[in-house]
Nanobody, 123 residues
Framework: VQLQESGPGLVKPSETISLTCTVSGGTITANFFYWGWIRQPPGKDKEWMGAIDYSGKTYYSPTLTGRITLSSATSKNQFTLQLTSATPDDTAVYYC????????????????WGQGTQVTVSS
């Protein structure tokens, strides 16, 4: 399975970060899979942001609840991330990746990572 992130590379503070992950070689409705978003700010470790499972149920990091929304478009085999009220602290490389582990909140459980997309929050 291959994943590809896409979206704007530059976002202004207070705006919404919107990213799409396109999946090929597999289907996002495959049983027991979770499709996650992970980010890595400069000089910091990877951070799990959230996941959407094969049935469309969503799971969010407590630190981002209220700002993050994940959704899927099964006909396009895509899932999307929206993160509102962006600040410079949201500047990071954003990745999408799948896992079939129940520990979907652990970045170590993810494989087949996309190449990542840089998002910079700046005026």
């Amino acid at each position: 399975v291959q994943l590809q992130e896409s979206g704007p590379g530059l976002v202004k503070p207070s705006e919404t970060i919107s990213l799409t992950c396109t999946v090929s070689g597999g289907t996002i409705t495959a049983n027991f899979f979770y499709w996650g978003w992970i980010r890595q700010p400069p000089g910091k470790d990877k951070e799990w942001m959230g996941a959407i499972d094969y049935s469309g149920k969503t799971y969010y990091s407590p630190t981002l609840t209220g700002r993050i929304t994940l959704s899927s478009a099964t006909s396009k085999n895509q899932f999307t991330l929206q993160l509102t009220s962006a600040t410079p602290d949201d500047t990071a490389v954003y990745y999408c990746a799948p896992t079939n582990s129940y520990d979907y909140y652990d970045v170590r459980e993810y494989g087949s990572w996309g190449q990542g997309t840089q998002v910079t929050v700046s005026s």
